[in-house]
């Protein structure tokens, strides 16, 4: 190659040197350079929605505090109140006390509760109140409507906080 290469004359030797560095930087900025532009510009694009992601995440942290009463913390139970007291007093609260036919302990922080003939309204708005303002969780339910529009028979176990 290098005989080939001397057996050529003065000027086509320059512009074969000259073609080999044009096309060796060509080579540079098509394999490397412009990937790695095109790699920077896709990441700012994803670091700019990123940040717009994170910001409206922090005013939704911000606006949950505020719906909670600011603290950020979930409602408890009142200091000394049971949970079947809770239960018994949201229940009433919510004029579900008739329909409420029994309220049965199942360890310190569960109870189970048996309604009938409930208006499901009341019912979802109960489980809501306990829920907001008591921090008791449902654990599982069962509920079986009856003939009477809006109204149903239910089954349902409730946990505390601290529950597992």
């Known amino acids: ?9 003065l000027r086509e030797r320059r512009m074969l040197i000259i073609g080999s560095v044009l096309l060796g930087v060509m080579l540079f900025y098509l394999l490397v350079w412009e990937p790695l ?24 942290v911000d606006e949950v505090k505020q719906l909670r009463g600011g603290s950020g ?7 000394g109140q049971s949970l079947l007291s809770a239960i018994d007093d949201v229940a009433r609260s919510n004029q579900l006390a008739d329909a409420l036919k029994r309220v049965q302990p199942d360890g310190r922080e569960r109870a189970r509760v048996w309604l009938e003939g409930a208006s499901f309204d009341r019912l979802v708005h109960w489980v809501d109140s306990l829920q907001r303002q008591q921090g008791v969780d449902v654990v599982s ?10 109204r149903v028979d239910a089954r349902l176990v409730f946990e505390t906080g601290g529950g597992a």
């Open 1 to 9: 190659m290098k005989t080939w290469f001397e057996s050529l004359d």
């Open 141 to 150: 339910s069962v509920f079986e409507a009856r003939e009477e529009v809006g």
């Open 37 to 60: 532009e095109h790699g920077v510009e896709t990441l700012r694009k994803s670091n700019a929605e990123q940040q717009t992601q994170l910001q409206w995440m922090q005013q939704a």
């Open 73 to 79: 913390r979930p409602a408890q139970l009142a200091k």
